[in-house]
């Protein structure tokens, strides 16, 4: 694919869930794929690299070591991320701190750092896999959705900023998603409960459902990602795309 084919890719969060399927996507369109994670993965679509966001000169080791191995970074993706459910008055401190060490930090770390670089070659691409939840309150996803929420609006300053060289910044942001940190807000739930509630919606909690009556697999947010790293996006930046089945109204 033009804009990807034979370029060098950087994907944080790459070990599992979007992470894991972005990068095999990117691979599938002929990337060279540096696969970041806490716990990289053995084998699957990428070289391997562990990673912590949440650490600036982790985050400078990792992508230095990227371009020495690999090339010039010409693709970012920041797909890491954690959800810590609880109401506000139940959050600690370290729940809230973790969020956004991971959810914002991580982003900032990882963008800042690759941006640099882009910047004198004068391209690139950066991705941020947001949440629909940052543009719509959620009962007890407080940290989440505050810190997807600073994610994107990162993003989009981001791509303002370096519009002039030629660098391209959008944010996807996914909704219910079949990966492990859904199942893990179901845990405790009935699954059939728990996925008709998803579908249909939940007065008591203010939710809607998802009119497309599905839950987005991995590689549907995956799809949306390279098509904004691709030449096929070549006029878009600081776009958010919900990748949700609806679930937002647009909201």
């Known amino acids: 694919m033009d804009g990807i084919d034979g370029g060098v890719a950087l994907v944080t969060g790459a070990a599992q869930g979007i992470g894991a399927a972005v990068c095999a996507a990117l691979a599938e369109a002929g990337a060279k794929v540096a696969a970041a994670d806490l716990r990289p993965a053995n084998g699957g679509d990428g070289l391997p690299y562990r990673m912590d966001v949440r650490d600036a000169g982790d985050v400078e080791r990792v992508v230095a070591a990227v371009e020495r191995d690999l090339g010039p970074i010409a693709i970012l993706v920041n797909v890491a991320g954690v959800l810590l459910p609880g109401e506000v008055d139940g959050t600690g401190d370290d729940h809230w701190r973790q969020s956004f060490a991971v959810n914002a930090d991580g982003v900032f770390h990882a963008s800042r750092a690759v941006a640099r670089r882009m910047t004198p070659r004068r391209r690139g691409a950066i ?78 909690a203010f939710r809607v459902g998802i009119p497309l009556g599905r839950v987005a697999d991995p590689a549907d947010v995956a799809d949306a990602v390279v098509f904004l790293c691709s030449e096929r996006a070549r006029h878009i930046t600081m776009h958010d795309l919900l990748v949700d089945g609806g679930a937002t109204l647009r909201a």
């Open 127 to 204: 991705v941020t896999v947001g949440s629909n939840a940052a543009g719509v309150p959620r009962a007890g996803m407080a940290a989440y959705a505050a810190s997807k929420a600073a994610a994107r609006m990162f993003t989009r300053c981001l791509g303002l900023e370096v519009a002039r060289h030629g660098i391209r910044c959008n944010v996807v942001s996914p909704g219910s998603t079949d990966t492990a940190m859904l199942r893990a807000l179901w845990a405790g739930a009935d699954p059939d409960e728990a996925l008709s509630a998803t579908l249909h919606g939940d007065p008591a």
